[in-house]
């Protein structure tokens, strides 16, 4: 199975977990108690959490690379977070697609 363009080796992205739904149709970052409450209920209602990355505001919409592993589920505890994410990334048209492999905090 072919995704598209991707990049040769795993790519590190630094940037903040988000509520994808929130930022592209509010601007809405995490960023505060009552924001962080609302996208943690949209994120287990099914919304999808994804990557802001620092510098170039490009998101990416996270998919895992363990089967039975849901992105959301691994992502809800960095909401908000300035995280470094390891991967591979996937671009097609104006999607970017990052197919994570290591997350953590990060201190940049």
């Known amino acids: 199975m072919s995704l598209g363009q991707s990049s040769k080796k795993d790519a590190t992205i630094y940037g903040e977990v988000i509520d994808i739904s929130s930022y592209v149709a509010n601007g809405m970052k995490p960023d505060t108690p009552d924001r962080k409450a609302l996208a943690e209920a949209s994120a287990k209602g099914g919304n999808p959490l994804g990557i802001l990355e620092k510098g170039t505001g490009k998101v990416y919409v996270v998919t895992?690379?363990?089967?039975?592993?849901?992105?959301?589920?691994?992502?809800?505890?960095?909401?908000?977070?300035?995280?470094?994410?390891?991967?591979?990334?996937?671009?097609?048209?104006?999607?970017?697609l990052f197919l994570l492999i290591d997350i953590g905090k990060s201190v940049k």
């Open 64 to 96: 895992m690379n363990q089967a039975n592993t849901s992105a959301n589920s691994t992502l809800l505890p960095y909401l908000g977070l300035r995280i470094f994410a390891t991967g591979k990334v996937y671009k097609r048209g104006g999607v970017l």
